[in-house]
C-alpha cells in the first residue's frame, strides 16, 4: 500500500515537472496565432509573410524533433529534456527584442528547434515512467497541460495585448520569464528506468549497438518489425500537424477576416480555446477503456466534421459552437496521438521514431500556415480552406484503420 502511494507520487511529480514545459511551450505557440493578428496591424505584413512566420516555427520545430530523437537514444532523456526548455526559453525571450521580419525569423526558428525537441522526448519519457495500466492517461493528461498553456495565452492575449504598454513584445517576455522556472524543476528529474536499463545492458556487454550509427537507428524504423506502423504515423503526423498549425495559428486572423475586431476576435478564440480541457480529459477517460486507435479515429472523426461547420460557419453562434468542437476534438486527437506513437517502439529506437513521426509532422505544420497564406493572397474562401483541411484528417482516420493496431496497456520493451 505504501508502495503504490510512493508510485503514484512519483507519478504525479513526474506529471507535474514535465507538464509545465510542455505549458509554456503551448503559451508561445498559442501567443504566436494572437501575435500574427496583431504583427498585421503594427507591421503592415501581408499574408504571405504571416504565413511564414508560422512556417519558420515548424522547420524549427522538423530539425528540433529530429535532431533531439536521436540525441535522447543516445544521451538519455533528462538531457534531451533540458537543453530544449533552455533552448526554447532563451529564443523566446529574445523575440520579444525583434527589430522587423528577418530577426524575428530567425529566433522563430530556435523556438521551435526548442518546442519540437520537446515534445516528443517528454511523451517518450513519460511513456516510459509509468505504468502499463495508467501510460495511456498519464501521457494525455501531460498533454492537457498544452491546453492550459493556451487558455493562459488566450487571456494574456485578450486583456494585455491590446494595451500599448504591454503589446505582442510584453506578452512574450510573460511566456519566457515563468520557463526558465520548469527548467530549474527538471534538474531533479532522473531518467527514465527504460532508458537507463538499455544503457546499462548496452555498456556492459560493450557491443556493437553501442557505437550503433544514426542512419541505423533511423534504418530501424523501416524494417520488416517497424515498417507498418513508421508509414502510419508518419500519414497521421503530418496530415494532423498539417491541419492544426494551418486552422490555429491563423485562427485569430480568420475571425478579423469574418467582420470582428482584433479585441473580439481574441475574446471569442478566448472563449473556444475553454473547450480543449474536456476534449484532453474525456481522452483520458476513454484511453485506457476503448484503447489508442479507435479513439484517435474518433476524435479525429470529430476534428474533420468541426472544422468544416467552421469553415462553412456565417453567425457568431455557428462560429462558437464550431469553434468549440473544434478545439475539443482536435487537442483530445493530440492526446492520444502522442500516447500511441512511443508504443509503436522498443527502447533502443524508441525516441527516435517519437522525433522522426514528429519531424514529419513538422514538414506538414510548415506547409500548411504558407498554404493558407498564399490561399488567402489568392482571394481564396475560408470554407474552401477548411474544406482542404477536413480531407488531410481523412487520410489520417485512413491511415490509421488501414495500418495502425491497438497498443493499450502493452509493456514496453
Keep these: ?179 526558465f522556472y520548469a527548467l530549474y524543476l527538471r534538474f531533479n528529474l532522473p531518467d527514465s528506468q527504460s532508458y537507463q536499463q538499455q544503457n546499462s545492458y548496452v555498456q556492459k556487454q560493450n557491443s556493437y549497438a553501442q557505437k550503433e550509427p544514426v542512419v541505423k537507428k533511423i534504418q530501424s524504423l523501416l524494417s520488416n518489425s517497424f515498417r507498418r506502423q513508421t508509414i502510419m504515423l508518419w500519414i497521421v503526423w503530418f496530415c494532423v500537424v498539417f491541419s492544426y498549425y494551418g486552422m490555429f495559428l491563423w485562427l485569430p486572423s480568420v475571425m478579423m477576416l469574418k467582420g470582428f475586431d482584433m479585441v473580439k476576435s481574441f475574446g471569442y478564440i478566448l472563449m473556444m480555446t475553454l473547450a480543449q480541457l474536456p476534449g484532453y480529459f474525456t481522452v483520458a477517460w476513454l484511453i485506457e477503456r476503448v484503447g489508442r486507435k479507435w479513439v484517435l479515429i474518433a476524435y479525429l472523426l470529430g476534428t474533420l466534421i468541426s472544422a468544416y461547420l467552421f469553415g462553412i460557419a456565417d453567425s457568431i453562434n455557428q462560429l462558437l459552437i464550431s469553434g468549440a468542437l473544434l478545439s475539443f476534438f482536435n487537442l483530445g486527437a493530440w492526446g492520444a496521438m502522442y500516447a500511441y506513437t512511443p508504443e509503436q517502439y522498443s527502447s533502443n529506437i524508441r525516441a527516435t521514431g517519437a522525433g522522426m513521426a514528429a519531424s514529419i509532422g513538422r514538414i506538414g505544420g510548415i506547409l500548411g500556415p504558407l498554404m493558407v497564406g498564399f490561399l488567402m493572397a489568392n482571394q481564396v474562401g475560408v470554407s474552401m480552406i477548411f474544406t482542404l483541411f477536413s480531407l488531410s484528417i481523412l487520410v489520417a482516420i485512413l491511415a490509421i484503420l488501414l495500418l495502425g493496431k491497438e497498443t493499450k496497456q502493452t509493456r514496453l520493451a
Design 1 to 179: 500500500m505504501e508502495s503504490s502511494k510512493t508510485a503514484l507520487l512519483s507519478t504525479n511529480k513526474l506529471l507535474l515537472i514535465a507538464g509545465t514545459g510542455w505549458l509554456f511551450d503551448a503559451m508561445d505557440v498559442g501567443l504566436l496565432s494572437f501575435i500574427l493578428a496583431a504583427l498585421k496591424q503594427d507591421w503592415g505584413l501581408t499574408p504571405s509573410q504571416l504565413g511564414w512566420i508560422g512556417s519558420v516555427n515548424s522547420i524549427g520545430m522538423a530539425v528540433g524533433a529530429f535532431l533531439f530523437g536521436i540525441y535522447a537514444d543516445k544521451k538519455g532523456r533528462k538531457s534531451a529534456f533540458l537543453f530544449t526548455l533552455l533552448m526554447f526559453s532563451i529564443a523566446s525571450g529574445l523575440s520579444a527584442f525583434a527589430w522587423g521580419l528577418g530577426s524575428l525569423l530567425v529566433l522563430r526558428f530556435f523556438i521551435g528547434m526548442g518546442l519540437g525537441g520537446e515534445l516528443p522526448v517528454a511523451s517518450t519519457l513519460v511513456s516510459e515512467s509509468v505504468e502499463p495500466e495508467v501510460r495511456g492517461r498519464i501521457v494525455v493528461l501531460l498533454e492537457s497541460f498544452w491546453a492550459i498553456g493556451w487558455i493562459l495565452a488566450a487571456l494574456i492575449a485578450y486583456f494585455l495585448i491590446p494595451l500599448p504598454a504591454v503589446g505582442w513584445r510584453g506578452a512574450m517576455i510573460l511566456c519566457a520569464i515563468p520557463a
